[in-house]
């Protein structure tokens, strides 16, 4: 089987760095996403580390390390805009399965 | 320009009532999803289409039918419908069957409520 954790909330204020964390338990492993939720809206795709390491896109950085089996999204200059549930996700090969398997989100709180 | 579109996007409906959620995508992928999302915003996987052939079935009540008469569209039947199956219900599509390095895109959804 497989399960993802990850905080259920987290506050910051404008401006700041918010890192949130995903730890994951796959039976086989075939890399990490995350995606963006805001209230009312859909799931958007912000990032897949298939390899170890930092991925970087604009304000937005992803990390992963497959030896912890733990990741994290790192959000710098945080923006209003930005408060959102935030998604890990894996897609486990182990039991062949063909889906993405998403964490409970965590509820990002950007307050000014 | 809606690259993937489901209708409608709010449903209200009684229980026991046989209800069609209709999803399109004009991004030329090859693979399809449906999820549900819950009140605690738990999104878990239904079914997984790739190229009309049907790829994932989780375990969901065989009230739920799914049907895509094309690459480009996949429906969601759902008969004698319960309170419980109120939720919000996203359509998805990857370019490929592992939808890691591009993502899925998602409909906005559609917000059933059952009374």
């Known amino acids: 089987g497989q399960s993802l954790e990850q905080p259920s909330e987290v506050t910051a204020v404008e401006g700041a760095i918010v890192q949130i964390n995903c730890t994951y338990q796959t039976s086989g492993f075939y890399g990490l996403s995350w995606y963006q939720q805001h209230d009312g809206g859909a799931p958007t795709f912000l990032s897949y580390?298939?390899?170890?390491g930092l991925e970087e896109t604009g304000r937005f950085s992803s990390f992963l390390s497959r030896s912890d089996s733990y990741g994290y999204l790192l959000l710098q200059e945080l923006q209003m805009k930005d408060s959102a549930s935030y998604f890990c996700?894996?897609?486990?090969?182990?039991?062949?399965?063909?889906?993405?398997?998403f964490g409970s989100g965590t509820r990002l709180q950007v307050q000014p | 320009d809606t690259a993937v579109s489901q209708t409608p996007k709010y449903l209200v409906t009684q229980m026991g009532n046989d209800k069609s959620i209709k999803c399109e995508q004009n991004?030329?992928?090859?693979?399809m999803y449906w999820y549900k999302q819950d009140s605690k915003k738990f999104l878990k996987i239904m079914f997984s289409?790739?190229?009309?052939?049907?790829?994932i079935n989780e375990t969901v009540p065989n009230r739920f039918s799914p049907k895509s008469p094309d690459k480009a569209h996949l429906n969601l039947h759902i008969n004698s419908l319960e309170l419980g199956d109120s939720a919000v219900y996203f359509c998805a599509s990857s370019q490929d069957r592992e939808g890691l390095n591009y993502g899925y895109t998602f409909g906005s959804g559609t917000r059933l409520t059952v009374v």
């Open positions: 991004l030329g992928h090859d693979t």
């Open positions: 996700a894996v897609r486990d090969l182990g039991t062949g399965r063909r889906a993405l398997t």
């Open positions: 580390n298939g390899l170890d």
């Open positions: 289409y790739n190229n009309k052939e049907l790829i």
